[in-house]
């Protein structure tokens, strides 16, 4: 956790509050909002600027989801961006050993772990569409701080160390990201020149200064270099889609959250409606039988989601089964609140990445923009394409194994995902925006700060900084340390099996939210599991 003093983690603001998880990032969305830009221009901004300053967990060479309300209309939807699966992509591409185990890491590193790339088509997309400002004007402070370049933190510094390897291996990143054959350390000064002639070509060409040209021949060559598959056309053809956001209700405030291919909203919507079912204003926040619920539910629920969830354009979801009342209702009555029990479930996809990152805008207009993007593993693949700074993602990982799944590999087809931009409304006003990384453990963290912040009316930085538990198919109870040793002991006399980690533990996420107050102002939290910074005016 970093100290108070080094990050803001809390702020307010009457115009508008930016929440993100680089204080740099930060600073350049509330810069284009004093500019004259709008939510939009300053979520297009803080896009591309968080790729430049968290190259770990995000940037060009990935994708994501973007959850908006346009304040003058009430207007929601979500900008899918999600990375796809190439044209040669299938379930048989990698190397597997007599039991089906993938060999060599293959789909969680190199060539063939390698999607493609939808956030430049995302932003831009949105910029065009909704935001006012010339695409120059909003990715010029991302090109500067490239150039100029910022402090490295230690969370960035431990994340180099980790990937020394993969840049080693696949050669790119070495030129970038290890200073004289070393990883960069906490202080030091990080600049990406490569990165920074790539994003000018894309300000003065839009969209084909990526999918198009020089870079796409570049980011070609280093994905079939590190032995995967990826053509010309696969990036030309890149299409963006933009869908109606999954709703719902909890407790008479209305849950906005992202459909398929993400998971994320579906299964938001599920788990506050059986939950809804239980008093929970009753239970001490994080008591023993307040764990217990929670944690029943989300192995439910996820249960669910490795049975039914995939891309909907290959797959048929049973959306409106899975998010309505009497749903939730029945399920809620498998849960016996003494005793932990195990449930139907199924292939839990492993692979998928709690290495993310999400960042929240919101002004006093009521435009409401919840953003949630990634490569994927921290540093993707390991493939950085050669004098482009970009890190290609390794999003191959979040598709099931084998063949006949819902969540199997076909070409153009995107993995499923959990991110779970959201935007919460209180009769019809704006309530709050949030959203997190850390993969399966996405959905659950929403869940667990939407109920604080609804059934025990905590305040948001009280929800945002209250320890938080997860479980899953794998039936083991995960919990941040700051849990009482007793509340524990209770849990595993009715079942549980526990394992403990760290006291704020990244592993559950970094949440950074926006809470409209009802005289007017607004207020913003930084989770401080991550280097995140808010800042409103």
């Not at 089906?100 to 590193?109: M, P, Q, V």
């Not at 354009?313 to 016996?336: A, E």
């Amino acid at each position: 956790m970093g100290s108070e003093e080094a990050y803001r983690r809390y702020d307010v603001g009457n115009s508008v509050i930016v929440s993100t998880a680089k204080e740099e990032a930060t600073k350049i969305g509330i810069e284009i909002i004093k500019d004259g830009g709008n939510a939009i221009d300053a979520a297009v901004a803080v896009g591309f600027a968080i790729g430049v300053c968290e190259p770990n967990a995000s940037g060009i060479g990935g994708g994501g989801f973007m959850t908006v309300r346009k304040g003058h209309t009430g207007e929601v939807f979500c900008i899918d961006f999600r990375e796809v699966a190439p044209t040669g992509a299938s379930p048989n591409m990698w190397k597997t050993d007599e039991h089906g185990d993938i060999l060599d890491d293959e789909k969680g590193t190199g060539g063939k772990a390698i999607c493609v790339p939808g956030e430049v088509a995302g932003l831009i997309y949105a910029l065009e569409n909704y935001g006012t400002m010339p695409l120059k004007k909003v990715m010029s402070p991302s090109i500067e701080l490239a150039e100029k370049g910022f402090k490295v933190t230690s969370l960035l510094e431990g994340d180099i160390k980790d990937c020394e390897e993969k840049f080693l291996k696949y050669g790119g990143g070495k030129d970038v990201y290890l200073k004289n054959g070393l990883p960069y350390t906490q202080g030091e000064i990080f600049r990406n020149p490569f990165l920074a002639k790539t994003l000018r070509i894309i300000s003065e060409m839009g969209r084909d200064g990526f999918y198009k040209g020089k870079v796409a021949q570049s980011i070609v060559t280093a994905v079939k270099d590190a032995g995967g598959y990826m053509t010309l056309e696969d990036l030309k053809n890149y299409k963006v889609n933009v869908y109606s956001p999954i709703c719902g209700q909890y407790r008479g405030y209305e849950i906005i959250s992202t459909p398929p291919p993400s998971s994320g909203g579906t299964h938001v919507v599920q788990m506050l409606n059986i939950l809804e079912n239980f008093n929970v204003k009753s239970m001490e926040v994080n008591s023993a039988q307040y764990i217990h619920v929670l944690s029943e539910i989300f192995k439910i629920s996820l249960a669910d989601r490795a049975e039914y969830m995939g891309d909907m354009n290959f797959v048929d979801v049973p959306i409106k089964g899975l998010t309505s009342k009497s749903y939730g209702k029945k399920l809620s009555n498998k849960i016996n609140e003494e005793i932990c029990l195990e449930y139907n479930c199924h292939d839990p996809w492993k692979y998928e990445s709690s290495e993310t990152t999400h960042f929240s805008i919101g002004d006093a207009d009521g435009n409401m923009v919840s953003v949630t993007k990634t490569i994927s593993g921290f540093f993707g693949s390991g493939v950085v394409t050669k004098d482009t700074g970009i890190v290609l993602n390794n999003q191959m990982r979040g598709f099931a194994k084998g063949h006949g799944k819902k969540n199997s590999v076909i070409a153009g087809k995107k993995p499923l995902s959990s991110m779970s931009p959201t935007l919460i409304l209180k009769e019809n006003k704006p309530f709050a925006i949030l959203g997190t990384p850390g993969g399966a453990k996405i959905i659950s963290t929403v869940v667990q700060v939407i109920s604080k912040l609804v059934d025990h009316k905590m305040s948001l930085k009280e929800a945002v900084y209250s320890p938080r538990i997860f479980n899953d198919m794998n039936n083991e109870l995960l919990f941040e340390n700051r849990i009482s040793q007793n509340t524990i002991n209770q849990l595993k006399s009715m079942g549980h099996k526990v394992n403990p980690l760290g006291q704020w533990d990244r592993k559950m996420g970094s949440v950074q939210s926006v809470l409209y107050k009802s005289h007017g102002e607004m207020e913003g939290v930084a989770d401080p599991r991550r280097d995140g910074v808010v800042m409103g005016y």
